[in-house]
């Protein structure tokens, strides 16, 4: 299956969430594609409903795959950034054909 796009709402309320958070111009398209993976990752397997523990994971995968400790780093910025914009506002709702996304980013609204 494809990897999806992130949803347009989504994305737009990351982009304010980098700018607020002076993240670098840049930068700001390896942030999105980092969060792109990672909800990628949450949607391919399974994961723990701790934050923390779907971060590790998430790591450990981009360790699997070679990358680089800052890019590890930022992966994880941009994924801790992701999940602050997340507690200020619920997100909006995304159907992909009844799932994926919209079921990845309900998961992600604090409980």
């Given at each position: 299956?494809?990897?999806l796009?992130?949803?347009?709402?989504?994305?737009?309320?990351?982009?304010?969430?980098?700018?607020?958070?002076?993240?670098?111009?840049?930068?700001?398209?390896?942030?999105?594609?980092?969060?792109?993976?990672?909800?990628?990752?949450?949607?391919?397997?399974?994961?723990?409903?701790?934050?923390?523990?779907?971060?590790?994971?998430?790591?450990?995968?981009?360790?699997?795959?070679?990358?680089?400790?800052?890019?590890?780093?930022?992966?994880?910025?941009?994924?801790?950034?992701?999940?602050?914009?997340?507690r200020?506002?619920?997100?909006?709702?995304?159907?992909?054909?009844?799932?994926?996304?919209?079921?990845?980013?309900?998961?992600?609204?604090?409980?």
């Amino acid at each position: 299956m494809p990897m999806l796009p992130v949803p347009a709402p989504v994305l737009t309320r990351f982009d304010a969430t980098l700018e607020k958070r002076a993240v670098a111009p840049i930068q700001r398209a390896d942030y999105k594609k980092w969060l792109r993976y990672f909800l990628d990752f949450c949607g391919k397997y399974p994961v723990p409903k701790a934050r923390a523990d779907r971060v590790r994971l998430f790591i450990d995968k981009l360790r699997e795959k070679r990358q680089i400790p800052f890019q590890q780093n930022q992966a994880a910025h941009a994924v801790s950034l992701y999940f602050k914009m997340q507690r200020k506002r619920e997100p909006p709702v995304a159907d992909f054909n009844k799932g994926t996304f919209g079921d990845i980013l309900s998961n992600f609204v604090p409980k």
